[in-house]
């Protein structure tokens, strides 16, 4: 019983592992999939006119 459990469960893993993606369907593609965002400076004690609050 324990060997055949093993078995199906190699079975389900090769079957996920083959059937994830067909290679004919990739697209090559030399535009970047993602979006780029403006750059902030996180740096708030460089700033000017800037008050850091105190602890107490």
């Known amino acids: 019983m324990r ?3 093993i ?3 190699v ?3 090769l079957f996920l ?3 994830g993606q067909s290679s004919d369907v990739v ?3 030399n535009q970047p ?3 780029t965002h403006k750059q902030y400076d ?3 004690h460089a700033k000017k006119k800037v008050e850091v609050t105190g602890q107490g």
Request: hydrophobic content about 50%; charged content about 15%.
């Open 11 to 13: 079975l389900v893993v």
């Open 42 to 44: 996180l740096m708030a």
């Open 3 to 5: 060997s055949l459990k």
């Open 27 to 29: 697209v090559e593609n």
């Open 33 to 35: 999939t993602y979006k």
């Open 7 to 9: 078995t199906l469960l």
């Open 17 to 19: 592992t083959v059937s």
